[in-house]
T-cell receptor, first 118, second 108 residues
Framework: GAVVSQHPSWVICKSGTSVKIECRSLDFQATTMFWYRQFPKQSLMLMATSNEGSKATYEQGVEKDKFLINHASLTLSTLTVTSAHPEDSSFYIC??????????????FGSGTRLTVV | DAKTTQPPSMDCAEGRAANLPCNHSTISGNEYVYWYRQIHSQGPQYIIHGLKNNETNEMASLIITEDRKSSTLILPHATLRDTAVYYCIVFSLSDMRFGAGTRLTVKP
C-alpha cells in the first residue's frame, strides 16, 4: 500500500513553454502533498505544501505564478512549470500522505521527474 | 531550516554494520523521527521511523536516545546496494524539510 505515482519520469521542453507534472496516490487519499526540487548533488528543497481543496503554501523564494500547484482531488496533485527556462531544469519530486497516516507510514514519495529545458 | 544534522559522508565495509547518527536537539514531544534513503535519480525510499522507543524492521534498526535529541540508524549487514544518501527527518504534520543527509558508501 501507500503508492505514489509520478508522471512523466522525464521531460524535455523548449524554453518558454509550460510543463505539467502529475502526482497520484494510487491506493489512498492524499490530504497533503509536498513538492520538492533537487539540483545535482544537493538535497531535496521543499517548494510548496498543498492540501486538498485549498491553495498551496509556497516556501520563501518560490514563485507561485511560475510553479502552479493544483490539488483538486484527494488522489491527484499537479505542478505546472510555466514559461520554463533552462535554470528550471531540475529533478522534481512529490510526496503524499493521507489522513491518519502521518504517524504510521509517513510520507510516500514519487519516483521523480527529470525536467530539462532547452 | 531542517531540524536535523547529520555527517556529510560515511564509509562502511560490505557485510559490516553501518551506524548512521542524527542530531535533532530541538525535537518536540509529538514529533517523529523518520529515515529515508535516496539512490541516485530516484525518489526517497522509506526505511523506518520512531517516536520514543527503539524500532526494528526488515531493513534496519532505529535507536533513539532517552532525551530524544539524537538517533542512530543501523543497517546490520550493509551490502553494496545500500550505497545511497540517507536522510533523517523530524516529522511534523505540516513540515517535511530535508537536511543535507549522509552519503553512505559501502565498499567491498
Amino acid at each position: 500500500g501507500a503508492v505514489v505515482s509520478q508522471h512523466p519520469s522525464w521531460v524535455i521542453c523548449k524554453s518558454g513553454t509550460s510543463v505539467k507534472i502529475e502526482c497520484r496516490s494510487l491506493d489512498f487519499q492524499a490530504t497533503t502533498m509536498f513538492w520538492y526540487r533537487q539540483f545535482p548533488k544537493q538535497s531535496l528543497m521543499l517548494m510548496a505544501t498543498s492540501n486538498e481543496g485549498s491553495k498551496a503554501t509556497y516556501e520563501q523564494g518560490v514563485e507561485k505564478d511560475k510553479f502552479l500547484i493544483n490539488h483538486a482531488s484527494l488522489t491527484l496533485s499537479t505542478l505546472t512549470v510555466t514559461s520554463a527556462h533552462p535554470e528550471d531544469s531540475s529533478f522534481y519530486i512529490c510526496s503524499a500522505s493521507g489522513a491518519g497516516w502521518q504517524t504510521n507510514y509517513g510520507y510516500t514519495f514519487g519516483s521523480g521527474t527529470r525536467l530539462t529545458v532547452v | 531550516d531542517a531540524k536535523t544534522t547529520q555527517p556529510p559522508s560515511m564509509d562502511c565495509a560490505e557485510g559490516r554494520a553501518a551506524n548512521l547518527p542524527c542530531n535533532h536537539s530541538t525535537i518536540s514531544g509529538n514529533e517523529y523521527v523518520y529515515w529515508y534513503r535516496q539512490i541516485h535519480s530516484q525518489g526517497p525510499q522509506y526505511i523506518i521511523h520512531g517516536l520514543k522507543n527503539n524500532e526494528t524492521n526488515e531493513m534496519a534498526s532505529l535507536i533513539i536516545t532517552e532525551d530524544r535529541k539524537s538517533s542512530t540508524l543501523i543497517l546490520p549487514h550493509a551490502t553494496l546496494r545500500d550505497t545511497a544518501v540517507y536522510y533523517c527527518i523530524v516529522f511534523s504534520l505540516s513540515d517535511m524539510r530535508f537536511g543535507a543527509g549522509t552519503r553512505l558508501t559501502v565498499k567491498p
